[in-house]
């Protein structure tokens, strides 16, 4: 826990003494992988004394790198003394079975040194260099997979034929959907880790790297599940906006927001999720663009837009059921400017629907604002101020003079909504803040926040909204 203080255990005679014994054991074994290290020698001594080191120092990164290289070390020198010179005039089909055999032992250590690194986590699940470990061990499946495909397309009998993939691809989508299932289950005990949700991301990215694999090298694996998912072939797909993936990643944070909208993670999640959904869709748009113009692009690009604009009412809903929640709580003003710099990229600014909707979630801050002001707890409620300050200023020249007319048209000060916000702000505080916003913010999708000694840091903030 942060901002707990440790206290230390005196300890009695017999555990010093053992205590003692353990630290001279552990040196030794320190200075055992480090004169390896620096010798150059990496053999089944160098594994043994990495192994009991990291058991007990999970932090040992030194014992990572030399385990590696001592993993390669003997995977490489341990067929080749199985081998014989019988092995090596024999026919392509031995061949084939001494390739096999090695694929086998590979598959084999690589396993092993997954167990052996499911110990180590467990003594520590916040151990960076053991994760980039992990990293390691899967890249080295990958890179198996990919070779046993290789020469199953290249023979005879492959993987096309007898529509079966290589053990090393099974035991892949295997280990890769048991980390994604470890990963929710750890989430479920702890759902603000982010070392979980940093990995189960990692987990993700390489369950698609497998099927980016079988689609190049046995591109025949895939058909079965295209067709069961598709009624007939000559039948054209529906539209889809978002990917089968990407939408249970949607479905997925929201069941985690809706647990506890301060989790900084599944917002951020989210966001990449609908990220990697505008992507590809722009991407068609500009191979649609590419090769011509016609209806059933324009078709395309409107429906793109109502489902963006679907999903970001959603995101809306949640924004507004976090805020009023909790409006000190941060993670959910972290992701409302992505919502809406989202909306207004991405969807036509005459869309009343989306305009709609950007001043839905407006009108409902300017109200908690309202609500704030008369409970008298502005000083201790800030975040909404900021957020409404910083979309002010952060509109276009164009936007904020349409959005001032109308405010001198028709609105009243006293009316509660976006526009009587507008009403009540000096323009020449408008031109300070977005001064000073320029000069000391970077922005990304956060909304900023003025520094503890900015010179807004004594700005009457009551006086600034007592026309709502």
Request: net charge negative.
């Amino acid at each position: 826990m942060h901002d707990q203080k440790k206290e230390k255990r005196v300890l009695i005679p017999e555990e010093q003494e053992a205590a003692a014994r353990e630290h001279e054991r552990v040196g030794a074994l320190y200075k055992s992988v480090l004169a390896s290290h620096k010798a150059h020698e990496y053999n089944a001594n160098t594994l043994a004394s990495t192994e009991a080191l990291l058991l007990v120092v999970p932090e040992a990164y030194t014992a990572y790198s030399c385990r590696r290289l001592a993993l390669e070390a003997v995977a490489a020198s341990q067929p080749c003394a199985g081998a014989t010179v019988t092995d090596t005039e024999t026919s392509g089909v031995t061949e084939d079975a001494a390739a096999a055999a090695l694929a086998t032992h590979r598959q084999k250590w690589l396993v092993q040194e997954l167990q052996l690194n499911s110990k180590v986590l467990l003594l520590n699940y916040k151990n960076y260099c053991a994760f980039s470990h992990r990293h390691w061990i899967f890249g080295q499946l990958v890179d198996l997979a990919a070779l046993e495909m290789q020469q199953a397309a290249g023979c005879a009998t492959g993987t096309a034929e007898d529509g079966t993939a290589p053990g090393t691809y099974e035991l892949l989508r295997s280990l890769l959907r048991k980390e994604r299932e470890q990963c929710e289950q750890l989430l479920k005990l702890d759902e603000r880790n982010f070392h979980a949700w940093n990995y189960r991301r990692w987990v993700l990215e390489q369950e698609r790297r497998a099927t980016r694999l079988v689609a190049t090298h046995a591109p025949s694996l895939l058909a079965p599940a295209d067709d069961t998912r598709q009624p007939s072939a000559s039948a054209d797909p529906p539209f889809a906006f978002f990917s089968a993936e990407e939408a249970a990643e949607l479905e997925y944070t929201a069941h985690k927001i809706k647990n506890n909208f301060s989790n900084y993670s599944a917002w951020h999640h989210r966001s990449l999720a609908l990220q990697s959904a505008v992507a590809r869709w722009q991407r068609q748009q500009a191979q649609a663009g590419a090769v011509g113009t016609g209806g059933e692009a324009v078709e395309h690009e409107q429906a793109g837009r109502a489902a963006l604009l679907a999903q970001l009412q959603e995101d809306v809903d949640f924004l507004k059921q976090a805020v009023y929640c909790d409006p000190n709580d941060q993670s959910a003003w972290f992701y409302a400017p992505f919502v809406f710099q989202l909306l207004r990229s991405q969807c036509l600014h005459e869309d009343e629907e989306a305009v709609s909707l950007e001043h839905s979630f407006m009108n409902a801050v300017v109200e908690l604002v309202a609500e704030v002001d008369r409970m008298g707890a502005e000083d201790e409620c800030y975040l909404p101020y900021y957020f409404l300050l910083d979309q002010l200023v952060a509109l276009p020249a164009a936007s904020l003079e349409r959005h001032i007319t109308a405010a001198f048209a028709g609105a009243v000060p006293g009316s509660k909504s976006f526009i009587a916000f507008i009403w009540c702000v000096p323009a020449t505080t408008l031109i300070a803040y977005r001064a000073t916003r320029a000069t000391l913010i970077s922005r990304t999708y956060a909304p900023p926040l003025p520094p503890p000694l900015s010179p807004f840091s004594s700005f009457d903030w009551h006086a600034f909204f007592s026309g709502l």
